[in-house]
C-alpha cells in the first residue's frame, strides 16, 4: 500500500507539473505577443501625434514606449525567448510520459505482474529522470502566483479522479 501511495504522489506531482509548464508557456508567448505589438504600435503613436501637433499625447506615449523598453532591458527575464517557451513544451511533455510510466507501473502493480520490490526499483528510476526535468522546470519557471498553483492542483485533482475513479463532473444547466 506503501508503494502505490508513493507512485500515486509522483503521478500527481507529474500531472502538476506538466499543467505548469504548459501554462507558463502559453503566458510566454501571450508577453511576447503583446510586447512585440507594444513597441510598435507605441512608436506609430509618437509619429502620428507629433505629425498631428498633439504635443500632450505625444509625450505621453513617448514616456509609455520609454517604459516598456526599460522593463524589457532590466527584466528580460520576464519575457523568456522562443528556444525557452520550446523547453518549457518539451518539458510538459516528458512529464506526461513520466506520468504515463507512473501509470502504468501503478496498473502493473494492481494487476500483480510486479511485486513491490520491482516497483519500487522501477520507480526510483522515473524518480531520477523526474527530478532532473523538476530542476529544469525550476530554472526557467520565475514565479508563480499561488492562487495559480490551486488552480493547476484542483485541475490535476478533477483529471486524476476522473481518469482513475471515474468520478467525472458534471456540469448542472439550469
Not at 498631428?52 to 513617448?62: G, K, R
Not at 523547453?87 to 513491490?116: A, P, S
Not at 520490490?117 to 530542476?135: C, G, M, T, V
Request: a positive charge.
Amino acid at each position: 500500500m506503501i508503494t502505490r501511495n508513493k507512485i500515486w504522489d509522483e503521478i500527481k506531482e507529474a500531472d502538476v507539473f506538466s499543467r505548469c509548464a504548459m501554462r507558463y508557456a502559453s503566458v510566454q508567448r501571450k508577453i511576447q505577443f503583446a510586447y512585440k505589438i507594444a513597441i510598435p504600435v507605441l512608436a506609430a503613436l509618437c509619429a502620428l501625434f507629433s505629425k498631428l501637433n498633439m504635443p500632450n499625447y505625444t509625450f505621453w506615449s513617448a514616456i509609455l514606449l520609454f517604459v516598456s523598453s526599460i522593463i524589457k532591458a532590466f527584466f528580460s527575464r520576464i519575457n523568456l525567448s522562443e528556444l525557452n517557451i520550446d523547453q518549457l513544451d518539451r518539458l510538459g511533455v516528458e512529464f506526461e510520459k513520466i506520468r504515463t510510466k507512473d501509470e502504468c507501473l501503478m496498473d502493473e502493480l494492481d494487476k500483480g505482474l510486479l511485486i513491490e520490490e520491482e516497483a519500487i526499483r522501477e520507480l526510483n528510476k522515473h524518480s531520477r529522470e523526474y527530478s532532473k526535468k523538476k530542476s529544469e522546470l525550476n530554472k526557467l519557471i520565475l514565479w508563480i502566483p499561488s492562487g495559480i498553483k490551486k488552480s493547476l492542483q484542483k485541475e490535476s485533482e478533477d483529471y486524476l479522479k476522473g481518469i482513475h475513479y471515474n468520478q467525472y463532473q458534471h456540469e448542472e444547466n439550469n
